[in-house]
């Protein structure tokens, strides 16, 4: 009797001592959950904490934009339609917030359809095509990734470019302004100058094929233009590249707890704080982000809630 009621009783025990351990656990665990928020929360609140994205000192004569001055944002409005749904709404959603945009500010959006998609290689190869036939009808475009929302539209381009170029003697610009994250110069959103500098540079663009990549989620036009920049001359870098010194200049990055985030956040914390997306920032783009219709959703309810 006795030898068979100890192990029940023994039972009983280690699993009181299990309940013990697991309440013990418990304020920890939530305190481990609330800590994770902070850094989120401090991210997220960059500019109240002092950040500046863009430079002020906008009403000085010399920064004013050239009157005259003609911009297209231009996108693709169609990326994958038909075989992944879930991105046919991210592309409404964009594409009507880039239209509101530009019709505020009196720029053109190019919104090219899927029939503009060259299919030998990867979708986003397109924007270089693209770039390319709309480049001789206006001074600037503005390349926008589809998975990117103007936050800010107070901000007009004329500000950011010249934030960037310094003066606004537009025949003696930089032809291609772009950001920099933690992978270099990103690929999905950037500005090019009429020149035959661009022309050229999107031409040997186009034609870097062995960066040409099937079946993942890097395409290789990102990586071949990071190629061609590293490559100048420094004269020629000097001459015809901008790098904006602040990512979040027009290129902002929502941050979100990953193991990679938050090792990039230890070891690249000014990367991270130059990128991440704060309120006020002028385009937030779901760069590697997986739920981006959630996200899309997410932010055009926050910004239609700021105005
Ligand atoms: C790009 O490739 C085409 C076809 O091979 C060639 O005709 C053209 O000169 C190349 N352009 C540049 C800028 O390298």
Known sequence: MAERSRPRRSGEHRHRLRLRRLLLLLPLALLLVLLAHVPALLLRSANSLGRRCLPGATGHPLLLPRPGLSLAIVTLADEGAGTRRSFRGV????????????????????ALPASAVDP?????????????????????????????????????????LFSVIGHSDFDESPDLVVTEDF????????????????????????????????????????AALKHL??????????????????????????????????????????????GVYSDGDFMIHFAGLDDKPGWTKRIVGEIGTLR
């Not at 107070?154 to 950011?160: A, S």
């Open 229 to 274: 920049i590293d490559h100048l001359s420094p004269e020629e870098k000097q001459a015809h590249v901008r790098i904006a010194k602040m990512q979040c200049l027009f290129n902002s990055y929502p941050w979100i707890l990953t193991w990679k985030s938050a090792l990039r956040l230890i070891f690249h914390l000014p990367t991270t704080w130059k």
């Open 91 to 110: 592309l409404e959603a964009t594409a009507r917030n880039k239209r509101a945009y530009a019709a505020a500010h009196g720029y053109r959006l190019v």
């Open 183 to 222: 992978g270099g110069v990103n690929a999905g959103v950037f500005f090019v100058r009429r020149s035959e500098w661009s022309k050229r540079f999107l031409d040997t663009w186009w034609n870097q094929t062995s960066f040409v990549q099937f079946g993942s989620t890097r395409s290789g036009d990102n």
């Open 120 to 160: 030998s290689r990867p979708p986003s190869w397109s924007k270089v095509l693209a770039l390319r036939a709309h480049l001789r009808r206006h001074h600037w475009l503005f390349w926008n990734d589809a998975d990117t929302l103007v936050t800010n539209p107070e901000i007009p381009l004329e500000r950011i």
